[in-house]
């Protein structure tokens, strides 16, 4: 008897593309999330980045002869500001710089002598 | 301040108050488990690599993704194919680490090949991260194509 779990696994995908995960480095200094990522043989224009916080998510696709889609989604916290983040791909490694909104960043009072 | 999305210490503890929470969470859990299975690249320090046979020439690929074209080198001498690689991996200064998961690697690798290459014609191109190779089969190495005759 075919079970609904059996018939689950017998499925296959139409496209042969790989889904992996990619390693990445997060750094934060007070005003902003830098996020570093290996994503080799990725045409700049095939990187999504999306900020729907609190899910911040990298998709990107490799085309080649062997097709890979990359994807990974963090939580990030409600100090990033959705309209700041910006992302720089070179040799492979992606850059995303993450702002935090002005109003979480530390600011310094001037105490005026009166 | 900033985790996996589905990591598991962010998820809420098992308990019989929320039996609905707990099943999610379980489940959110179990696919992470199985998502590690695909994620296998995500913390490897191996570079990937694969090689085609193109007909009358090889073609290795390789994923050296922040490697200065100066810290590669490649050398074939007949069958044999010789990589060398090195990066760097450099934390920004004035940054907390929260994530440390790429890796610096200096690599020292040789392949002995299927055939015999024509190390001559042989072209590298470093292109986002990705090193290619076109490796073309010496002469004598090269497919021919036999006619069948009708007797």
Known sequence: ????????????KTRSTREVGFPVDIFEN??????VADLPGVDAKQIGIHVDLPE???EAKAEGSEPVSYRRAFRVDERIDPERVNAEYKSGVLEVHLAKSAAFRPRRIEVRAS | MLARWNDWSSLP????G?????LSALRREMDRLFGDFER?????DTPQFSLTDRGDALEFRGEFPGVNE??????VTGKILSLKASRKVEEPKGYAAHRRERNAFTLTRSYQLPVAIDGQKVTATLKQGVLTLVLPKAAEAQPKR???NAA
Do not use: C, Y
Request: proline content about 2%.
């Open chain 1, 56 to 58: 911040f998510r990298i």
């Open chain 1, 30 to 35: 007070e005003n902003e999330i830098l996020l």
């Open chain 2, 146 to 148: 036999i006619t069948v």
């Open chain 2, 70 to 75: 100066k810290d590669l080198e490649v050398q």
């Open chain 1, 1 to 12: 008897m075919e079970t609904q779990e059996q018939h689950k696994q017998a499925i296959e």
């Open chain 2, 40 to 44: 296998e690249r995500a913390d490897g």
């Open chain 2, 18 to 22: 929320q039996p609905l929470g707990s």
């Open chain 2, 13 to 16: 503890a098992f308990g019989f």
